[in-house]
């Protein structure tokens, strides 16, 4: 499948099933087992973000890019600290949900701009970029070509995660494809943290902080990484 198929798959998905399924992951109203614990998880991740943005103390002003910004669930945060937050997203429904729920927790005007895009068309430039759990719709060229764009438009930091691939998630993976439940219908993707660190590295940006976090059903590793 091309990066093209790739992307119009995932686009679609995330206009249809997969808006109302990870509407209700990424939300409070009542969830199953396996989706209550990617929730958490995700919120794990979301929070450690956050204690890395708040622990540096310059995140008024700041502008960061929130590319697939999902339903806001960083996006909204990040505008409560008083960063200056670009969200956009490949799916109209993500954002749409996105815009209205900043709406609800900063009110009208806040500081926050969406737009329904796909990141690789997004320009500009920020002082912060993230992009979180949005790899792992992507294959390995992809990926690459992904996170180039986005070193592109960061003039200092860029803030990835990804599902890592190891041998035990490999395992993990091969027997969920085994049984696909109904609402699976993307692949999800994993990546070797050796060829993410590369990729960073070949445009000009170096690890500073690491972090994991692994649930029953959830895992994700995050990189925070800074230009020279
Ligand atoms: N980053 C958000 C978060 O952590 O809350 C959302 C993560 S969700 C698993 C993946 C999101 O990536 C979806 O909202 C999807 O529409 C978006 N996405 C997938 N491919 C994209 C692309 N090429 N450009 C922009 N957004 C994309």
């Not at 815009?99 to 927790?105: E, G, H, L, N, S």
């Not at 959830?218 to 020279?228: D, K, M, V």
């Amino acid at each position: 499948m091309n990066a093209v198929d790739d992307k119009t798959v995932v686009k679609d998905y995330f206009n249809a099933t997969g808006f109302d399924r990870w509407r209700r992951i990424y939300g409070t109203e009542q969830v199953n087992k396996v989706q209550l614990d990617i929730r958490k998880g995700h919120q794990q991740t979301v929070d450690t973000v956050m204690d890395w943005l708040k622990a540096d103390g310059n995140l008024r002003g700041l502008s960061v890019c929130d590319a697939g910004c999902g339903v806001g669930s960083l996006s909204i945060p990040l505008a409560q600290e008083g960063a200056m937050v670009y969200g956009s997203d490949i799916s109209e429904k993500m954002v749409a949900e996105a815009y209205d729920r900043a709406k609800v927790f900063l009110g009208p005007n806040n500081n926050i701009s969406f737009s329904a895009q796909d990141l690789e068309s997004i320009a500009g430039k920020y002082h912060t970029v993230i992009c979180l759990d949005v790899l792992i719709h992507y294959p390995q060229e992809d990926a690459a070509r992904m996170i180039s764009h986005l070193c592109s438009m960061a003039e200092s930091r860029l803030i990835l995660s990804f599902a890592p691939k190891t041998l035990a998630l490999s395992v993990l993976k091969k027997i969920g494809e085994l049984f696909p439940g109904p609402s699976k219908t993307t692949r999800a993707y994993q990546h070797r943290e050796t060829d993410v660190v590369r990729i960073l590295q070949d445009n000009g940006f170096s690890i500073q902080r690491q972090g994991m976090t692994s649930t029953r059903f959830y895992y994700s590793r995050l990189l925070e990484a800074t230009r020279g």
